[in-house]
């Protein structure tokens, strides 16, 4: 199971730092994903780590932006989001991928578990 957790009301501007939780199984060995959707609007993805290496790989809207981390001394992913903008307003899911490899999907159906999602919301 999977808890993301950390979503809030902030500024134009501001961070926030989302968690992916995992209980029952160690993340270590998972490729993390953080997706985001907006009602009426398709999931995207917004990051990923792999499970080999721990490379982390960043869409283009959120790059120098978010950081993706693993702290495994908890068992949890992160997610640093600095600069945030209305546009990054959204509920934000993590999910793992038990694939081995050096390079996470950016595909969601790769995705075995799935969070339940924490809302972020950019507003002034």
């Known amino acids: 199971q999977l808890q993301a957790s950390g979503g809030g009301l902030v500024q134009p501007g501001g961070s926030l730092r989302l968690s992916c939780a995992a209980s029952?199984?160690?993340?270590?060995?998972?490729?993390i994903g953080w997706f985001r959707q907006v009602p009426g609007m398709e999931r995207e993805v917004v990051s990923c780590?792999?499970?080999?290496?721990?490379?982390?790989r960043y869409v283009d809207a959120v790059k120098g932006r978010f950081t993706i981390s693993r702290g495994n001394a908890e068992n949890t992913v992160f997610l640093q989001m600095n600069n945030l903008s209305p546009e990054d307003t959204a509920v934000y899911y993590c999910?793992?991928?038990?694939?081995?490899?050096?390079?996470?999907?950016?595909?969601?159906?790769?995705?075995?578990?799935w969070g339940q999602g924490t809302q972020v919301t950019v507003s002034s």
């Open positions: 999910a793992a991928d038990a694939t081995r490899d050096i390079r996470c999907s950016y595909r969601g159906h790769e995705y075995d578990v």
């Open positions: 029952g199984f160690n993340l270590e060995y998972y490729a």
């Open positions: 780590i792999s499970s080999s290496m721990n490379i982390a």
